[in-house]
């Protein structure tokens, strides 16, 4: 969803360009009390401010931003470009914030697969370790040998490796000098 503030005339037939290039739903706050209001009740992609509202409405700017989460705020001058223009700079802003938000979302997965990593690694070790106790009781053995067998199976995910059993399932390909004799 995408939020418009503005109090021009076109405000209608820029929502209308919007919905049409962003296939999302467009919402228009004619007042700085309205935006706020639809920021509250809906969570929107980006906030699209008419600079001519702003200089109408002083603070309307960091007053509508404050609400309005993890939209993009974008601005735009009704007064001075066409519907269509204003609608391609909406399309340009959301494919950023896509990138953005996709670049976010593999740095987290890569530290957090970072950190999963050396905590799996640290519990090999020590299962390891423990298993060649000679004064292990063989129940415990076979616990520790069970959570070993776990850890591994979490590292062959981590590195983006197939399960053990699926490897061991690949049927092998026979060399046609192999197939002849």
């Known amino acids: 969803m995408i939020l ?4 021009s005339s076109r405000a209608q037939e820029c929502a209308a360009a919007i919905e049409k290039k962003t296939h999302q739903k467009t919402l228009i706050a004619h007042s700085q009390a309205k935006a706020i209001e639809c920021l509250q ?6 906030v699209v401010m008419d600079e001519s509202f702003q200089q109408v409405i002083g603070g309307a700017n960091n007053l509508v931003l404050a609400h309005g989460g993890s939209a993009l705020p974008m601005y735009v001058n009704l007064a001075l ?23 976010a979302m593999r740095a987290v997965v890569n530290e957090l697969r970072s950190e999963l ?11 390891e370790l423990a298993m060649r106790e000679k004064s292990l009781a063989q129940g415990t053995a076979e616990k520790l040998g069970v959570v070993h067998e776990i850890a591994e199976k979490m590292r062959r995910k981590l590195d983006g490796q197939p399960p053990a059993a699926a490897v061991a399932m690949k049927p092998r390909l026979v060399s046609k000098q192999a197939a002849i004799r």
């Open 4 to 7: 418009l503030v503005t109090g």
């Open 41 to 46: 009740l809906h969570d929107c992609d980006a």
């Open 81 to 103: 470009h066409g519907a269509e223009r204003v609608a391609t700079e909406v399309v340009c802003g959301l494919q950023r914030l896509v990138r953005e938000r996709t670049a």
């Open 117 to 127: 990593r050396g905590e799996v690694t640290a519990i090999l070790l020590n299962t």
